[in-house]
Each structure stands twice: as C-alpha cells, then as structure tokens.
C-alpha cells in the first residue's frame, strides 16, 4: 500500500518485558516522528529522523525507550522493562513536506 | 513552548447542521502553522485543513472551514452539514514552520457526535 504502515496493531505485554514496535513510512519520505497517545488524550511527541539522523529524542519519557531508523526508511520503537504507564496508542507519522501522513498506530497494552 | 486549548470535551450536533469546535492556541513563534486532525474509532489520524500563520484567508476544504483569528489566537473549525460519519474525535495542532520539519502539538481533543 502507498500510506504508514505499522505493526504489530496490537501487542499485550507483561511489566518487564521489552516489546519492539515497527513504523514503515511513506516511500521517499524523509522526516519519520513518532509520538505517545494515552486513552483520551491528544498524541504527544516522541522523536524525530530526518532519514537515519534522530534529530530530537526530548519526548522520549525515560531512557528505557529508544528508537532507530538505521538505513533511513523503516524505525523501530522499543521500550526496555515496559511498565503499565507505558500503555498508550503508539502512532508513527511520515512527511516530505509540510503534512504529516499517519499510521493506523500500535495499541501496547502492558498487564 | 507552543500550547493548544481545547475547551470542549464533547459537542453534540443534529445530522445536517453545521458546528464549530473551537481552538486557542499559544506560540511565540511568528511562523506556524494549525492543523485540525480527525481521528475515528478505528484509530486513524486524518488530516482536514492547515492554515499558515501568514495566510490572509481563512482555509476551505469542502465542508470543512477554519476560522482563523490571530490576533485572538483563535483556530476554530466550522463543519457544515453534519454527517453521521463526522462522529469522530477532533484535534486541533499546531507546528513550528521554522526551522525546517518539526513536531506537531496536540490539542486534548473534542469528541464530535453526529445525532440522526
């Protein structure tokens, strides 16, 4: 398909285990953010390439999360010793320009 | 730091009428620009309108309008004639133009219902 794709949709882990969550963007487009959606809330930011370079990681909320994007096309989220504060909607965003084009997002639940 | 207010937690309209959820915004920035996303159950982000902080005109895209005040700092969203698919949780956003590509700010949303 031409839009984000992200998988997997869905993933329940248990306090502690490390999950690994994956964002492919848009052929061709250089800038990939990923941002944190609690239930009810607006998303909030994460971080941002521009290809491989991360050029702000300020949202990441503690050092057990990190993100990549090695060859400058598909990132990779994970969260190290997941804690049940990390349950959110997970969504990954591409653009080329001025418009951010959205993933369908991870729901992590963490038990 | 940029701010987004979102005062409405939920606003319901009548299938055909038109309804506007409002936007403040808070920016010392002085080129930005403001977005509004839908987002429906299904969990997608959908983009609808942007306008430029240097824009004169107030945005169009169908039946979505942007009323743009800035010097009220204002961003509301009018949607004419209501549909039953417009039911969906709206956010109002904003990004810093300069430099270069940057992170979008959220609003805490507005759930819309559309009542047959």
């Known amino acids: 398909g031409a839009g984000v794709s992200q998988s997997p949709r869905y993933k329940v882990a248990k306090r502690g285990q490390d999950v690994a969550l994956r964002c492919d963007p848009i052929s061709g487009h250089v800038s990939l953010f990923w941002y944190q959606q609690a239930l009810g809330q607006g998303p909030e930011f994460l971080t941002y390439?521009?290809?491989?370079?991360?050029?702000?990681k300020s949202g990441l909320p503690s050092d057990r999360f990190f993100a990549e994007r090695p060859e400058g096309s598909v990132s990779t989220l994970k969260i190290q010793r997941t804690q049940q504060e990390d349950s959110a909607v997970y969504l990954c965003?591409?653009?080329?320009?001025?418009?951010?084009?959205f993933g369908p997002g991870t729901r992590l639940t963490v038990l | 730091a940029q701010k987004i207010t979102q005062t409405q937690p939920g606003m319901f309209v009548q299938e055909k009428e038109a309804v506007t959820l409002d936007c403040t915004y808070d920016?010392?920035?002085?080129?930005?620009?403001l977005f509004w996303y839908k987002q429906p159950s299904s969990g997608e982000m959908i983009f609808l309108i942007y306008?430029?902080?240097?824009?004169?005109q107030n945005a169009t895209e169908g039946r979505y309008s942007l009323n743009f005040q800035k010097a009220r700092k204002s961003a509301n969203l009018v949607i004419s004639a209501s549909q039953l698919g417009d039911s969906a949780m709206y956010f109002c956003?904003?990004?810093?133009?300069?430099?270069?590509?940057?992170?979008?700010?959220f609003g805490k949303g507005t759930r819309l219902s559309v009542i047959a």
């Open positions: 390439f521009q290809n491989e370079a991360q050029l702000d």
């Open positions: 920016t010392s920035d002085q080129s930005y620009g």
């Open positions: 306008q430029g902080s240097y824009d004169e």
């Open positions: 956003v904003m990004r810093d133009l300069n430099p270069g590509n940057t992170p979008l700010v």
């Open positions: 965003a591409s653009s080329l320009a001025d418009e951010q084009f």
